[in-house]
């Protein structure tokens, strides 16, 4: 995959939030390779990032059940924060939204 640059600035704070998350002592593998992979897969305009289970495990090469393992670890440790949707969105395939944050609950930003 090919990512566009991005300014020096979100680059150096992005460097921070990689940090802070490898050190992050609560978080598994697993949950630290499910974040960097809904950061690149975020819209960058909105900051959401709704891709389902199955796609995630078929991308991340993982059992489908271990995600939601993955999901608590991140949001309890404010990684991600999750909306569900509501029962009739479900059955559309429009589930969960995720919403990156910084460790301290913070949604990351976004573009303008």
């Not at 921070?16 to 998350?21: H, R, T, V, W, Y």
């Not at 995630?56 to 993955?70: A, K, V, Y």
């Amino acid at each position: 995959m090919n990512f566009p640059p991005m300014p020096i600035s979100e680059r150096q704070t992005l460097a921070g939030i990689f940090s802070a998350l490898v050190l992050d002592k609560q978080l598994s593998r697993g949950a630290f390779h499910l974040w960097h992979y809904l950061y690149h897969r975020r819209n960058r305009t909105t900051g959401l990032c709704c891709p389902g289970y199955r796609l995630i495990s078929s991308d991340i090469r993982c059992n489908i059940h271990s995600l939601q393992t993955w999901i608590d670890e991140l949001e309890s440790a404010g990684w991600v924060q999750v909306e569900r949707g509501e029962p009739g969105e479900q059955r559309k395939g429009i589930s969960f939204h995720y919403i990156l944050c910084d460790g301290k609950g913070n949604p990351l930003a976004t573009a303008k």
